[in-house]
T-cell receptor
């Protein structure tokens, strides 16, 4: 079955560490997105990519980095520069990012310990 | 920055009633609109898309779009306790933000038996 797989489901990070969240899709979608969700704040866009080897910053890109070397994969690295990383991270993909809605992965819940 | 506003809620309705969820958006030229349902602790799930003025029905769900007034709504008929969730309104960006979805903060719906 086609879909988006995010891993791990839960992740714990120590202060000063970089961590990488995985996002893989087999839907043959061109566009992929990373969102962060905090209680009461809705979904905030971190980065997005509409084609391989290209990506754009969203509204809260500071402290995060991404790569898009393959169509299927869009990993997100949360760096030590991100001071408040505890949140629910959602990866999504879309066929063209214009006429179709997003399909979301199941999310990664990141906690700083 | 695109604005998508939803009635703040929470909204509480009895089982069998009609739940009405409303959303307004700031960009008059917006063309594509979506409703997502998000259960607590889960990722958003696309339930409706609408592109033209008027109503679009899918089972117990009806999306309504009025571009002149810049609002989109979701009606849930014969509400069930399983409809209890947060409902997110989303609008596709245009121009330099084409391909981005802008989300409202969501309206929490509770359907009581």
């Amino acid at each position: 079955d086609g879909g988006i797989t995010q891993s791990p489901k839960y992740l714990f990070r120590k202060e000063g560490q970089n961590v990488t969240l995985s996002c893989e899709q087999n839907l043959n979608h061109d566009a992929m997105y990373w969102y962060r969700q905090d209680p009461g704040q809705g979904l905030r866009l971190i980065y997005y990519s509409q084609i391989v080897n290209d990506f754009q910053k969203g509204d809260i890109a500071e402290g995060y980095s991404v790569s898009r070397e393959k169509k299927e994969s869009f990993p997100l690295t949360v760096t030590s520069a991100q001071k408040n990383p505890t949140a629910f991270y959602l990866c999504a993909s879309s066929m063209d990012g214009v006429n179709y809605g997003y399909t979301f992965g199941s999310g990664t819940r990141l906690t700083v310990v | 920055q695109k604005e998508v506003e939803q009635n703040s809620g929470p909204l509480s309705v009895p089982e069998g009633a009609i739940a009405s969820l409303n959303c307004t958006y700031s960009d008059r030229g917006s063309q594509s609109f979506f409703w997502y349902r998000q259960y607590s602790g889960k990722s958003p799930e696309l339930i409706m898309s609408i592109y033209s003025n008027g109503d679009k029905e899918d089972g117990r769900f009806t999306a309504q779009l009025n571009k002149a007034s810049q609002y989109v709504s979701l009606l849930i008929r014969d509400s069930q306790p399983s409809d209890s969730a947060t409902y997110l309104c989303a609008v596709i960006g245009r121009g330099s933000t084409l391909g981005r979805l802008y989300f409202g903060r969501g309206t929490q719906l509770t359907v009581w038996p």
